[in-house]
């Protein structure tokens, strides 16, 4: 059975960074994910201004701007909450924010992890866990198994690994439009 550091389930926007971040402190790191082949769909539309710092930290914003949408206003919402931002005082290089939909980030983030030498398994959903004293074994959908120190839930909303080790999800369904 393969064995790494850490397992991260979900090679969205957040498992992507994350599995980034840990090879960049040179741990070990597996992304295992449900679907085969990326989605092409966009669910946010562009990162905030603090999230452009942290890409430009990490030397991954000259590729974000290559494939952002052209936009010239400021301002702009939290969570979606009816609050007027006005970020012109913010002391930042980006109060704009940056246009980019979500799958061209996650690509540029995948071709990240996979320069940095992580496996991003794809078509390997994770459909079932056993923790003991020592980590985590990973079963994924065709029967592999990987075992690691920990396993990481970045898997959404409707996380598998959350209903799979009894986590409750306390507070209330979001609505669009309130
Ligand atoms: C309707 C809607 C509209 C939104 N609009 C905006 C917006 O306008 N602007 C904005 O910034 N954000 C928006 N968001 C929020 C944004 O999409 C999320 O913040 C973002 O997707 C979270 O990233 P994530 O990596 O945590 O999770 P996700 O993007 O959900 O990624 C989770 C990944 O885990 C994978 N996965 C799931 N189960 C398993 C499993 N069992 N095994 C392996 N892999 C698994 C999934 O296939 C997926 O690739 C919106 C969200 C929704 C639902």
Known sequence: METVDVVV???????????????????????????????????????????AEVLAMRGLLAAVLGRAVPRTSSGGHFAGLPVPLDVTPWRTRHPDGIVVPQDR?????????????????RGAGLTGLVQDADGVTAELAGGARVRSR????????????????GADFPGKVARWPR
């Open 150 to 165: 920990f396993l990481v839930a970045c898997d959404g909303g409707h996380s598998t690994v959350r209903r799979l080790v």
């Open 9 to 51: 389930v979900g090679a969205g926007p957040t498992g992507l960074m994350l599995a980034g971040e840990l090879a960049l402190g040179g741990v070990s790191v597996e992304v295992v994910e449900r679907e085969p082949v990326p989605s092409g769909q966009s669910r946010g539309g562009g990162v905030n201004q603090r999230t």
């Open 105 to 121: 980030l996650e690509e540029i983030l995948q071709a990240r992890v996979r320069e940095q030498g992580v496996e991003v398994r």
